[in-house]
């Protein structure tokens, strides 16, 4: 989506700020002993209660509000019966549509006692985030978003997920521009239009360089087996840099 007027910016800040705010509720009720089903629970609540409906579910049929990896799970992971653990690594992606307008937000917590590697690899998750989101800004290239987060991963000794992408996002949850690498891809020559609205979502990795299909037709798991976190935002181009859509308020 390019917004085009006002009226589309406000509508989007609106689903961007409920996916937020269900996200930080999740966060908060992150502890050892609740279920990942429960955790969704919270999630549905608070995006049913703003008048927004779970994108996964509403698109592709997802069987969940949101979606919920734990440890060697690294995205699309199944709310259920599984009760977090100490040490846990967890993402918690969320992402929902009202009035016609979708947002997407995402990010990976460490369930207290942390290990000091998994602190650093979520600290680090963020600042490859925001790596990223310095490179976007309207007649920018794309590619300098995966370029800014390939250096920062290569200086820090971290791997990334290269089949993961960011994508377009406003009127549905996945459009144009499709497959925006997070990772340096020298086939890219795209550029940013003013006012285009995408995500920004990169997988940092101890190891692993892909993710894989596991036993069911949803939860992805990397390949090989490391600690993986994922950090995501909405955001829009404009003249002036990005603007971050999914921020709580």
Known sequence: MTISNEDELAGLRETGRIVANALAAMAKALEP?????EL????????????????????????????ISVNEEIAHGIP?????EAGDLVNIDVSAEKNGFFAD???????????ARTARLCRDGRRALFAGLGQVGADRPMAGIG???GRFAAKNGYTLVRNLASHGVG???HEEPTELATWPDRGERRRMEKGL????????SLGAAWAEDGDDPWTLYSEPRAPTV???HTVVATAQGPLILTLPG
């Open 33 to 37: 002993g609740i279920t990942t089903a």
């Open 40 to 67: 969704d629970d919270i999630g549905r609540a608070l995006l049913e209660r703003e008048g927004a409906q779970p994108a996964p579910e509403l698109a592709y049929g997802f069987p969940g509000a949101t979606c």
């Open 80 to 84: 259920g019966p599984r009760r977090i």
């Open 105 to 115: 937000t995402g990010a990976s917590f460490g369930v207290p006692p942390v290990s």
């Open 147 to 149: 370029q800014a987060i």
């Open 171 to 173: 009127r549905s949850l």
């Open 197 to 204: 609205v995408f995500t920004v979502e990169p997988f940092l």
């Open 230 to 232: 994922q950090y995501e």
